[in-house]
Structures are given as C-alpha cells and as structure tokens.
C-alpha cells in the first residue's frame, strides 16, 4: 500500500513538471506556425525592394540572415518588418 502511494506520488510531481514545458513547447510551435502562415516565403529581390531606396542590398541581405541565423526562423520567413520580440519571441 506504501509503494503505492509513493508511486502515485512520483508520478504525479513528474506529470506536474512535464506538463508545464510540454505547453510552453506547443504553444510556441502555434506561434512559429501563425507566423508563417501570415508571412509566406519572400525571396530577395521582394525584401530588397520593402527595404527601400536607402539601404543597400547587401546590408538588407546580411541583416536578413544573420537575424534567420539567430532566431532559427527559415531565411525566406524574414521580412524588413519582421519584430524581433514580437514576431521572432527574441528577448
């Protein structure tokens, strides 16, 4: 009856420290998803031209990638207007 009890309790601290990250995983995988739903690919020359006039592709470019590389998110999901904390969850 003891080890009962004591397995009942084991499992019950683990379900109540799995669970937690198991939400936290699911609900950023929404949020990655919704954001690609609302941002489809965009190639380069797309994003160029958002950036306007004034910056200079290969600085666009750069930036482009080095904020995929940081963020995981896929090279043709970043857009100039992409947030980094709202969008990306970067903090």
Same mark, same amino acid.
Request: charged share 25%; proline share 7%.
């Given at each position: 009856?003891?080890?009962?009890?004591?397995?009942?309790t084991l499992l019950l601290i683990?379900?109540?420290?799995i669970v937690p990250f198991v939400?936290?995983?699911?609900?950023?995988?929404?949020?990655?998803? /919704? @954001?690609?739903?609302?941002? *489809?690919?965009?190639?380069?020359? #797309?994003?160029?031209?958002? =950036?306007?006039?004034?910056?200079?592709?290969?600085?666009?470019?750069?930036?482009?990638?080095?904020?995929?590389?940081?963020?995981?998110? /896929? @090279?043709?999901?970043?857009? *100039?207007?992409?947030?980094?904390? #709202?969008?990306?969850?970067? =903090?």
């Amino acid at each position: 009856m003891l080890g009962l009890i004591i397995y009942g309790t084991l499992l019950l601290i683990i379900v109540l420290l799995i669970v937690p990250f198991v939400l936290l995983f699911h609900k950023e995988q929404i949020a990655k998803r /919704d @954001y690609l739903v609302k941002h *489809p690919p965009l190639s380069d020359e #797309e994003f160029v031209q958002r =950036c306007g006039e004034n910056v200079p592709p290969e600085v666009a470019l750069k930036v482009r990638r080095m904020i995929s590389d940081f963020s995981g998110m /896929d @090279y043709e999901h970043i857009y *100039p207007e992409t947030r980094l904390f #709202e969008d990306l969850d970067l =903090c």
